[in-house]
Structure formats: structure tokens, C-alpha cells
Nanobody
């Protein structure tokens, strides 16, 4: 089992920045991918960005150039730096880890961007 705890969410004005953090613990020896998803009210959960153990990053065009994922393997942490936030970025942001063949999720942290 892998436990994930997110932090860093909050309320910010459009154009502002936030940095999310995710601390992983438990059976983390075989983490292959770490990343972030988000879910806005009434919408499906969607990919924000992921990073593999080899450093490959995947992100949709909607966040490229604004959001940056990074990881500190030694500390079992993954971060999401979000710049130039827009109201449409408002959502619950979930940390996720693919360990072996299993995907684990955090409980989420709310990000609200006011216009």
C-alpha cells in the first residue's frame, strides 16, 4: 500500500500561483509514475501532469507553460508548481502514484481561482 498526502491548495486570484506538494509513504520502492489529476464540480477527473521514475513528463496543452511537475525521490515527494492560474483551474487536485501495477490516490486538495 502507498499513502499519499497532498498539501498547498487554497484560494488565489487569477494570474496568481500555488505550489502543491504530495508526500508518499508505505510500499514506495516500486513507484513508476507520480502525478496529479484534478476534478472540477460536475466534471470527470482529468490528467494534469505526470512524471515517470526516469523523468519523462506528460501534460496536456491546457497546462503546458503554466504548470510544472517535479519530484524528489530521496524525500518521496512530488510537487506541482502552478503559475498564471485561471478560474477554469478551479478543482480538487489529487496526487497519484503508479506502483507496480497498482494506482494509488491521495484525498485531494482544493484549489480555487477567483476571477
Amino acid at each position: 500500500q502507498v499513502q499519499l498526502v497532498e498539501s498547498g491548495g487554497g484560494l488565489v486570484q487569477a494570474g496568481g500561483s500555488l505550489r502543491l506538494s504530495c508526500a508518499a509513504s508505505g510500499s514506495i520502492a516500486n513507484m513508476r509514475v507520480m502525478g496529479w489529476y484534478r476534478q472540477a464540480p460536475g466534471k470527470q477527473r482529468e490528467l494534469v501532469t505526470t512524471i515517470t521514475s526516469g523523468g519523462r513528463i506528460n501534460a496536456p496543452e491546457s497546462v503546458k507553460g503554466r504548470f510544472t511537475i517535479s519530484s524528489d525521490i530521496a524525500k518521496n515527494m512530488v510537487y506541482l508548481q502552478m503559475n498564471n492560474l485561471k478560474p477554469e483551474d478551479t478543482a480538487v487536485y489529487y496526487c497519484t502514484v503508479l506502483s507496480g501495477l497498482n494506482m494509488f490516490w491521495g484525498h485531494g486538495t482544493q484549489v480555487t481561482v477567483s476571477s
